[in-house]
């Protein structure tokens, strides 16, 4: 028998947060500046590059600006207004996403978003009226590790008041699921809003009538 979980530990990017937006814009960039389809994404989304931004070493100014010096042998004294333009979205919620966000919530169940962000992931949450659709945000790049390690699953659960075993995790990266599910967190890559729904009954953190479930264990 499933174990109910009594904590929804919850990816923001991929999941709550879209970025479908940014993807055309970039395309509109690249093609008006001469790029190779997908150049901004492969130098911001560089290992090396990345990660000292998502675990707090840079603060996110200095990624971007690192991408603009990246960019300069490519399209010259451009390069500073093509990573301005590309960096003034936020992104988009996902607000089929966000509906079951506030369902799970109002059962009294907590909600904490567990995201690989950069400094400015607090403001991006602002920008996007998510600051206070969440009881907690644990911020790769405020604790210093990032998923999959197991530090930040540890964090999540502390965040949320509960045993790992009572978290569901969801994240549409296969490996950092896979990480939860070795911490010992019930973990599932996200596949849809629908299909949340479907896990979130299943842990009995939803009724099947999507109405919120009781709170009693």
Not at 12 to 29: F, I, N
Not at 30 to 51: K, M, N, S, V, Y
Not at 144 to 158: L, N, Q, S, V
Request: glycine share 8%; net charge neutral; charged share 25%.
């Amino acid at each position: 028998m499933t174990r109910r979980a009594i904590a929804l530990l919850l990816d923001l990017d991929g999941v709550l947060r879209r970025w479908d937006a940014q993807a055309r814009l970039a395309a509109d960039l690249e093609c008006r500046h001469d790029l190779p389809a997908g150049t901004l994404a492969a130098l911001a989304f560089d290992p090396q590059r990345l990660a000292p931004a998502v675990t707090g070493q840079l603060p996110d100014q200095v990624w971007r600006l690192g991408i603009a010096r990246a960019l300069v042998p490519m399209c010259g004294e451009a390069a500073a207004a093509v990573v301005a333009d590309w960096s003034e979205s936020a992104g988009e919620v996902d607000t089929n996403v966000l509906a079951l966000v506030r369902d799970v919530r109002r059962s009294g169940a907590p909600v904490v978003l567990v995201s690989n962000g950069t400094t400015r992931l607090e403001l991006d949450l602002v920008r996007l009226g998510l600051h206070e659709e969440v009881d907690a945000v644990v911020s790769s790049a405020r604790l210093g590790a990032a998923k999959p390690d197991g530090r930040i699953y540890a964090a999540a659960a502390a965040a949320a008041g509960a045993t790992a075993g009572r978290c569901l995790f969801v994240d549409d990266s296969v490996a950092y699921v896979r990480g939860a599910a070795e911490f010992g967190l019930a973990a599932h890559r996200y596949r849809g809003a629908a299909d949340l729904r479907g896990q979130l009954v299943r842990r009995g953190l939803l009724e099947r009538s999507g109405e919120a479930a009781p709170t009693q264990e």
